[in-house]
């Protein structure tokens, strides 16, 4: 399987209003694949594309599609995150301070060898929940598991 360069120059993308639509292994994001505790069951797909000058600078919009297996923090059970994240970039050499005020714009450097993955990494990464749980109440689930010492059992050998 051969993978498709996901180094861009972020500026012509933007100008030529390119698109490059694929989906990511988690071989390619090793810093995501540290938290995840399932592999197989974890997909990502991305759909980026130049917007010319939409916002009168050139910008991207990019969408990220993540299934990402990782362990619930209430029953650690394995469970899965699904995100569909949108984000629109300006590009530019400079700072730009309208993208400070727009918390819906971010701006990225111009860059002509932008690596993608590693932007959707760095996204994933902030949109991943710090301690993930079951929507359901799971807790209940799994209390014979043993792995965790119950408080209560505890003070009760301090009382006999
Ligand atoms: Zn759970």
Redesign the pocket.
């Known amino acids: 399987m051969t993978q498709k360069s996901l180094i861009i120059n972020n500026l012509e993308f933007a100008i030529n209003r390119l698109k490059l639509s694929d989906s990511l292994t988690t071989a390619q994001l090793p810093r995501l694949a540290e938290l995840l505790v399932n592999q197989e069951k974890t997909h990502v797909q991305f759909q980026l594309s130049g917007t010319g000058k939409q916002f009168r600078q050139p910008s991207l919009h990019l969408n990220i599609k993540a299934n990402l297996a990782v362990t ?1 923090q ?2 650690l ?1 394995e ?1 899965l995150v699904n995100l569909n994240l949108n984000f629109d970039y300006l590009v530019s050499s400079t700072e730009i301070s309208e993208a400070e005020e727009n918390d819906e714009i971010d701006w990225l450097e111009a860059n002509h060898e932008m690596d993608v993955g590693e932007l959707i990494e760095d996204e994933l990464l902030l949109a991943l929940p710090i301690a993930p ?2 929507a359901h109440d ?1 807790s209940k689930l799994n209390t014979q598991s043993g792995d965790k010492p119950n408080p209560f059992a505890a003070l009760k050998g301090l009382i006999k």
């Open positions: 619930c209430r029953c059970d469970m749980t079951h799971c």
